[in-house]
């Protein structure tokens, strides 16, 4: 697979196994090759030299022998790593009660409760989950079961998760081998021109084939920050004419929150809020509880009626006490320390600091995004300079810092750290991304 056609997702930054280890420190040695006896093949690390990490601390992470990184790669921890409000809301759930949703008790309903607080009117039911992937998967079902269709588009690098049926819908895990028959794919919202009209042309033409082809259309999916695409946000607005055209042509549009959501965009809870409209089921996971497995579902009465008359849903351990507690926490912290104002503020100033950079440095092609979700394209001689890229993600590593690459072509630096990143951690990260594109 080469660079130019498209890069597996798990592929970016990925540590070479069949690399000689001898530069590398001895017990660093020793857990490598632990993790390939127990893993495998399915094992997956970040960097030429792989981290060791022992602790956390709010935006830090630290290594074994005392290195602190900078985290401006995991979105996970949004409220901060090992942030108090979350230690202490999970232990002491953890110490009372914790046991699959058949039962009743409060602190999973003053979550739902809460959680749904957030959402636009009529976006009032919500079920929960583990992980992005299963709210994912959960969202076709429920898409399909509505319309009885089986017809999905995504857009050209979309990732969605690791079911079966997400896999099928995310072509960032599968570059180079067809799209499955019931999905076709739209060009991603990035470049020049009016990208909302082209988004929806590209959408009614992919209905159509779906159609022609006897699948019919259920579903367009988006993640509304467009994360592995390599990240778009403007103009905000432009993701409405698509979502009238996947209504008007009898389907559904799903909002995939997982990497936007919880209000990483600066602005509101949710990406789809920026673009002005009201999705017919939205899905979440990754920030929902800083790292406790906890994901879902938020649809219409409706959507979730059939579904449930249809298939009924039972999830073992989603939204359990302990993650309920954790989601809690996490809401608690975005609201009452400003996250959502703080991620436009620190946002906007790291965007300055790289369109600075960009009119100094010729491989940044562009930069883009919203709040605390930033894109840094790289560019060589015009095309995609992914090779910049992975230099650029090591450089940072060398400098404590740890970040990561997207987009179809790899060559898109994502900036996504903890959303109490302040300031200061900003100014970190723009002085290290101008030393090391200078030093390249
Ligand atoms: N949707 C999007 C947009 C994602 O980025 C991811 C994870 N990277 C998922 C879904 C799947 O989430 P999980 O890994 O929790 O299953």
């Given at each position: 697979m080469t660079a130019a056609v498209g890069q597996r997702i798990l592929a970016l930054n990925a540590?070479?196994?069949?690399?000689?280890?001898?530069?590398?420190?001895?017990?660093?040695?020793?857990?490598?090759?632990?993790?390939?006896?127990?893993?495998?093949?399915?094992?997956?690390?970040?960097?030429?030299?792989?981290?060791?990490?022992?602790?956390?601390?709010?935006?830090?992470?630290?290594?074994?022998?005392?290195?602190?990184?900078?985290?401006?790669?995991?979105?996970?921890?949004?409220?901060?790593?090992?942030?108090?409000?979350?230690?202490?809301?999970?232990?002491?759930?953890?110490?009372?009660?914790?046991?699959?949703?058949?039962?009743?008790?409060?602190?999973?309903?003053?979550?739902?409760?809460?959680?749904?607080?957030?959402?636009?009117?009529?976006?009032?039911?919500?079920?929960?989950?583990?992980?992005?992937?299963?709210?994912?998967?959960?969202?076709?079902?429920?898409?399909?079961?509505?319309?009885?269709?089986?017809?999905?588009?995504?857009t050209e690098s979309a990732y969605?998760?690791?079911?079966?049926?997400?896999?099928?819908?995310?072509p960032s895990?599968?570059p180079g081998?067809?799209?499955?028959?019931?999905?076709?794919s739209?060009r991603a919202?990035i470049g020049?021109?009016?990208?909302?009209?082209?988004?929806?042309?590209?959408?009614?033409?992919?209905?159509?084939?779906?159609?022609?082809?006897?699948?019919?259309?259920?579903?367009?999916?988006?993640?509304?920050?467009f994360s592995s695409d390599g990240v778009a946000?403007?103009?905000?607005?432009?993701?409405?004419?698509?979502?009238?055209?996947?209504?008007?042509?009898?389907?559904?549009?799903?909002?995939?929150?997982?990497?936007?959501?919880?209000?990483?965009?600066?602005?509101?809870?949710?990406?789809?809020?920026?673009?002005?409209?009201?999705?017919?089921?939205?899905?979440?996971?990754?920030?929902?509880?800083?790292?406790?497995?906890?994901?879902?579902?938020?649809?219409?009465?409706?959507?979730?009626?059939?579904?449930?008359?249809?298939?009924?849903?039972?999830?073992?351990?989603?939204?359990?006490?302990?993650?309920?507690?954790?989601?809690?926490?996490?809401?608690?912290?975005?609201?009452?320390?400003?996250?959502?104002?703080?991620?436009?503020?620190?946002?906007?100033?790291?965007?300055?600091?790289?369109?600075?950079?960009?009119?100094?440095?010729?491989a940044i092609g562009d930069?883009r995004?919203?709040?605390?979700?930033?894109g840094v394209e790289f560019v060589a001689d015009g095309a995609p300079a992914p090779q910049v890229a992975s230099r650029v993600i090591?450089?940072?590593?060398?400098?404590?810092?740890?970040?990561g690459a997207a987009g179809r072509h790899g060559n898109v630096l994502k900036?996504?750290?903890?959303?109490?990143?302040?300031?200061?951690?900003?100014?970190?990260?723009?002085?290290?991304?101008?030393?090391?594109?200078?030093?390249?």
């Open positions: 540590f070479d196994a069949s690399r000689p280890k001898g530069d590398l420190p001895a017990a660093t040695q020793a857990l490598l090759q632990r993790r390939q006896k127990a893993f495998g093949p399915t094992s997956v690390l970040f960097y030429e030299r792989p981290l060791h990490l022992v602790s956390s601390d709010g935006v830090w992470l630290q290594e074994a022998d005392g290195t602190r990184y900078l985290d401006v790669y995991n979105n996970v921890p949004s409220v901060g790593h090992c942030n108090p409000r979350v230690v202490r809301a999970i232990s002491e759930q953890a110490a009372k009660l914790n046991i699959h949703t058949r039962y009743l008790y409060d602190v999973v309903h003053d979550y739902a409760d809460r959680l749904l607080a957030t959402f636009p009117a009529g976006l009032d039911k919500v079920a929960f989950t583990c992980t992005g992937s299963e709210s994912n998967d959960m969202a076709l079902r429920i898409a399909a079961i509505a319309t009885g269709k089986c017809g999905f588009v995504v969605h998760g690791n079911t079966w049926a997400v896999t099928e819908i995310s895990s599968r081998q067809p799209l499955a028959p019931h999905v076709r739209v919202p020049d021109g009016d990208v909302a009209a082209r988004l929806e042309e590209d959408l009614k033409a992919a209905i159509a084939s779906l159609e022609a082809d006897g699948h019919g259309f259920a579903a367009f999916i988006a993640d509304t920050i946000a403007d103009p905000a607005g432009f993701l409405a004419p698509a979502a009238a055209a996947a209504r008007a042509a009898g389907g559904l549009f799903i909002a995939d929150e997982v990497q936007p959501g919880f209000g990483r965009t600066g602005h509101r809870m949710w990406g789809f809020e920026r673009h002005g409209v009201t999705p017919d089921v939205v899905t979440m996971g990754k920030p929902m509880a800083n790292g406790i497995p906890l994901g879902g579902v938020v649809s219409r009465l409706d959507l979730m009626r059939e579904f449930a008359e249809s298939a009924g849903y039972f999830n073992t351990f989603g939204g359990n006490p302990v993650a309920s507690a954790a989601g809690l926490a996490v809401l608690a912290e975005i609201e009452e320390r400003g996250l959502i104002s703080n991620a436009a503020d620190v946002g906007g100033h790291i965007l300055c600091g790289l369109r600075e950079l960009a009119g100094r440095h010729e930069v995004g919203a709040g605390l979700y930033l090591n450089g940072l590593r060398d400098r404590h810092i740890l970040i900036i996504r750290p903890p959303l109490i990143f302040e300031r200061q951690h900003a100014d970190l990260l723009i002085e290290a991304l101008d030393a090391v594109l200078t030093a390249q």
